[in-house]
């Protein structure tokens, strides 16, 4: 049964969805604030708390391939507003909501603004590429290796699409040197791209460290965006 408060937003929802589109100013917000009425994801996010659908995302990948589970440490990297965030630390048990459980650590950055997620620790307006911040990340862990590395961030758009794609495969390049020398061995790595020339290079490289990579475009990732993520499994470890 709902409660009052996703009553109240079910039905804001419906009456959102009877109201025409022709006032929208751009053919770019009409198109999104269409997408965001009738995207089911959305109004299952608010129900569920979850600060925004891409809670799914993480939620079916970690189904079908399991890369979270009670007790491992996970670096959530572009973390904001914190949805993954969320979904790691019940999954890990970092909130420590199981008792019988062992309790995980989950560690979240953005150069955005993160508030609070129970059972996390967040580093908000903290930018990943920058080394200092890694540093940083490196210390909070306090000696422990993670076991799952995710990044779920993007660049900001440039409106040009070879620079655009340039710029996300540097995030992933970044994310990948970063798990490579700190990851715990048999550790996961999850990074999110756009569908590009330099995606396959990019999997040949994460194949150098994991034993498995495997493409992967989850339901709740909407069908017209050319956003994919690439799952690495079973980190290798470094030659000493």
Known sequence: MLNGASRKFSTSVRCLKSVKLK????????NW????????????????????????????????????RPGIVVVDCGAAPGSWTQVAAKRVNADGSDP??????????????????????VLGNT????????????????????????????PNATGVKDLDNENMIHLCYTVLRFAVQMSEVGASLLVKLWQCGEARQLENDISKFYKSVKPVKPSSSRSDSAEMFLLGRDFKGLMK
């Open 100 to 121: 019988r459980a062992p309790q995980g650590l989950v560690l979240s950055i953005d150069k955005q603004q993160i508030f609070p997620v129970e059972g996390a620790t």
């Open 23 to 30: 006032n929208v100013k751009g053919a770019s917000s009409h």
């Open 33 to 68: 604030l269409s997408r965001q009425l009738t995207d089911p994801y959305v109004e299952k996010a608010k129900m569920m708390n979850y600060r925004c659908r891409s809670a799914f995302k993480l939620i079916e990948i970690d189904d079908r391939f399991e890369i979270l």
């Open 127 to 154: 930018d990943f590429t920058n080394p200092q911040s890694q540093s940083k990340i490196v210390e909070l862990l306090a000696g422990k290796k993670p076991d799952s590395v995710v990044s779920d961030m993007a």
